[in-house]
């Protein structure tokens, strides 16, 4: 500022504008403040612009952050887990494994002699034809 009291206008440019910024004042500011008034906004935006890109960082640092420990506790739980049996329980399971297997391969079974059952049928239709 060249003077004291440019500097008082300046000042009270700048107060202006931290209390009022959003509106368009500078339309009845005197012109030799009002390209103070447009670096202030300018200045407010990038500080506004910073804020919120400092914001979306911060929100995807929290994500990934997020999803890794998801990951983690999900890698927690698949992990294998010892467990203590006794004898008797042991061949309980291993004789239910068993039977699970059983009815598998027998369902498995019965799936396909149906489909070989109707591969016959198909072809007893094309022999009557």
Same mark, same amino acid.
């Given at each position: 500022?060249?003077?004291?009291?440019?500097?008082? /206008?300046?000042?009270?440019?700048l107060a202006l504008s931290q209390i009022m910024?959003?509106?368009?004042?500078?339309?009845?500011?005197?012109?030799? &403040?009002?390209?103070?008034?447009?670096?202030?906004?300018?200045? #407010?935006?990038?500080?506004?612009?910073?804020?919120?890109?400092?914001?979306? /960082?911060? #929100?995807?640092?929290?994500?990934?952050?997020? +999803?890794?420990?998801?990951?983690?506790?999900?890698?927690?739980?698949?992990?294998?887990?010892?467990?203590?049996? +006794?004898?008797?329980?042991?061949?309980?399971?291993?004789?239910?494994?068993?039977?699970?297997?059983?009815?598998?391969?027998?369902?498995?079974?019965?799936? &396909?002699?149906?489909?070989?059952?109707?591969?016959?049928?198909?072809?007893?239709?094309?022999?009557?034809?």
């Amino acid at each position: 500022a060249r003077d004291e009291e440019e500097a008082r /206008q300046r000042g009270a440019v700048l107060a202006l504008s931290q209390i009022m910024g959003d509106r368009q004042l500078h339309l009845i500011l005197p012109s030799p &403040y009002v390209s103070l008034w447009h670096e202030l906004a300018d200045l #407010r935006k990038q500080r506004e612009e910073a804020v919120a890109r400092a914001a979306a /960082q911060a #929100r995807a640092a929290l994500k990934a952050e997020k +999803t890794k420990w998801k990951e983690a506790r999900m890698k927690e739980r698949m992990a294998p887990q010892v467990v203590a049996m +006794t004898e008797a329980k042991q061949q309980q399971l291993l004789a239910l494994l068993r039977e699970i297997r059983i009815h598998r391969k027998r369902a498995l079974a019965a799936v &396909y002699d149906s489909a070989d059952d109707d591969e016959d049928e198909d072809d007893e239709d094309d022999e009557d034809d």
